[in-house]
């Protein structure tokens, strides 16, 4: 078989991308694997148990693995609403951002390349430090300075740690300077990221009994899982081995909501909103790369966006503790639209909720 080659096209213009250009060199637009993988059921590697059991549809070969993936899925109800919820909290550094880290890792290995930089609230840090450092990768790691402490930890121990003053994005911007001369691995911007991401939709699949949810509600910063899981089953689809799309629901808090207004003024892009203060600390992006796409699943999928205030994140996290689902407050913000909205899911509805970040590392630490 001729090895797999990824081309790399910008999903606005179509102009030709390098691999590891980060944004279109033309038009600065996000870019995106022209030729991916399609899935095919018969190259599930089913002995393998973690995400690399789909590694035939995935876009790199594997050089290094925590065992990512292949997260539980619990039955659960609360306030008499049925779900599943999909213990991605669970991943190896606590977060479902070791799918897209694993795949991003592992590509970089396949092309030599041993230095990379990356701007994260913190669990897409602590992830990138937990694959790149063991793995011989040096990643420099811009964090701003209002960060969990506990995730700074992380990201430190192994990688090296950049904090930068004042708001969330100037850390980003520092990022993005030192992305001229160093590969940008981005959790953000990255189409390998992504590509691990659809894993999680290939597990509810085979998990549920080889069928798709009516309904899947995830919190969306950047939107890395609620594409994921769109264009997983976009995939399962075009393989004819589900009937129809799950609804795609965006929940986003109140502080921060730009694809919540873009969807209720039914606009193609989100407006650029404020950055302000939420408990859901994991979603402050006021500017999502992927920002049309997310918005046109919800159309394409008769999906919605939902905003919830913190106080109903607050309960919503206290009442996912009290079932043994310890999570940290951005993952109980589809809980919380869920009890507020519930009225916009039919009594029989299979809906299915990420838990997406560990409570754990939200706990004083000393
Ligand atoms: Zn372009």
């Given at each position: 078989m ?13 102009a030709t991308?390098a691999?590891?250009d980060?944004r279109?060199?033309e038009c ?23 995400l690399?059991r789909?590694?035939?549809?995935l ?14 899925l619990?039955?659960?109800s609360?306030?008499g609403?049925?779900?599943?919820a999909k213990l ?10 070791d799918r897209?880290?694993?795949v991003l ?17 913190g ?8 694959y790149a450092g063991?793995?011989?990768?040096h ?5 701003s ?5 506990a995730k700074?930890r992380?990201?430190?121990t192994?990688a090296?740690l ?7 994005s100037?850390a980003?911007?520092a ?8 590969v ?8 390998f990221?992504?590509?691990g ?16 949810p009516?309904?899947i509600?995830?919190p969306?910063?950047?939107g ?5 899981f ?8 075009e393989?004819?081995?589900v ?8 929940t986003q ?6 694809i919540v207004?873009?969807?209720?003024q039914?606009?193609?892009?989100p407006?650029?909103t404020?950055?302000?203060?939420t ?8 500017q999502?790369?992927r920002?049309?796409e ?8 008769d ?13 919503a996290?206290?009442?996912?503790a009290?079932?043994g ?11 919380a639209?869920?009890?507020?909205y519930?009225h ?9 909720m990420p ?6 590392k ?5």
């Amino acid at each position: 078989m001729t090895p797999y080659t990824p081309q790399i096209i910008c999903i606005d213009c179509d102009a030709t991308a390098a691999i590891w250009d980060w944004r279109c060199p033309e038009c600065g637009g996000p870019l995106d694997i022209a030729n991916p993988q399609p899935f095919d059921a018969d190259r599930i590697d089913a002995g393998t148990w973690s995400l690399w059991r789909y590694g035939a549809m995935l876009p790199t070969d594997k050089r290094f693995s925590l065992g990512e993936g292949m997260t539980p899925l619990v039955q659960t109800s609360v306030d008499g609403l049925d779900f599943y919820a999909k213990l991605e909290y669970l991943n190896p550094t606590g977060s479902y951002k070791d799918r897209g880290t694993t795949v991003l890792v592992n590509r970089l290995l396949g092309e030599n390349v041993h230095d990379v930089v990356e701007d994260s609230s913190g669990n897409a840090g602590a992830s990138l430090a937990a694959y790149a450092g063991p793995s011989g990768i040096h990643a420099r790691i811009f964090v701003s300075t209002t960060a969990s402490a506990a995730k700074k930890r992380l990201i430190a121990t192994n990688a090296e740690l950049v904090e930068v003053s004042g708001v969330r994005s100037a850390a980003t911007a520092a990022c993005h300077a030192a992305a001229e001369t160093t590969v940008y691995a981005s959790h953000a911007w990255s189409p390998f990221f992504l590509a691990g991401q659809m894993t999680a939709a290939y597990e509810v699949w085979e998990q549920l009994g080889h069928r798709a949810p009516d309904a899947i509600l995830t919190p969306v910063g950047h939107g890395g899982l609620f594409l994921g899981f769109a264009r997983g089953f976009a995939a399962l689809h075009e393989a004819g081995l589900v009937e129809r799309l799950p609804r795609m629901i965006a929940t986003q808090a109140a502080g921060c909501d730009p694809i919540v207004q873009g969807y209720e003024q039914q606009l193609n892009a989100p407006p650029v909103t404020q950055e302000e203060e939420t408990i859901a600390d994991g979603i402050i992006v006021n500017q999502p790369v992927r920002g049309r796409e997310i918005l046109r699943v919800i159309r394409e999928t008769d999906g919605a966006a939902y905003r919830v205030q913190d106080a109903a994140i607050i309960a919503a996290q206290k009442m996912l503790a009290e079932r043994g689902l310890f999570v940290e407050a951005t993952s109980a913000v589809p809980l919380a639209a869920l009890r507020e909205y519930r009225h916009d899911f039919a009594a029989d509805t299979t809906i299915i909720m990420p838990l997406t970040g560990s409570g754990l590392k939200g706990l004083p630490g000393k």
